[in-house]
């Protein structure tokens, strides 16, 4: 079974930048969509963006203007610019890769963002 790395989370102050890979360990073309999911101590999971393996994307409103999802399909990685980050976007940032037929999904360990004022 395929499975999801992600690399690149850090400590930031408020309005820096860092990005986000997503290594799958093989073919992302198994995958009909692709997302950066996270999670905030004591909130539930929610999605931060995804990308269908046709390109489209589409973004949580908090993070419209200042994130961007992108897939390298040569490189079996998926990507999540955060630009002009603020302390909110503290949390464990997962890669998530779902196929509708035969239904599949996985995740990645997830890794840390934490952004401080």
């Known amino acids: 079974q395929v499975q999801l790395v992600e690399s690149g989370g850090g400590e930031v102050q408020a309005g820096g930048s860092l990005r986000l890979s997503c290594l799958a360990s093989g073919s992302i073309f198994i995958f009909n969509t692709m997302a950066w999911y996270r999670q905030a101590p004591g909130k539930q999971r929610e999605l931060v963006a995804r990308?269908?393996?046709?390109?489209?994307?589409n973004y949580a409103d908090s993070v419209k203007g200042r994130f961007t999802i992108s897939r390298e399909n040569a490189e079996n990685t998926v990507y999540l610019q955060m630009n002009s980050l603020k302390p909110e976007d503290t949390a464990v940032y997962y890669c998530?890769?779902?196929?509708?037929?035969?239904?599949?999904?996985?995740w990645g360990q997830g890794t840390q963002v934490t952004v401080s004022s």
């Open positions: 990308i269908t393996s046709g390109g489209f994307t």
């Open positions: 998530n890769g779902v196929r509708g037929f035969p239904r599949l999904e996985v």
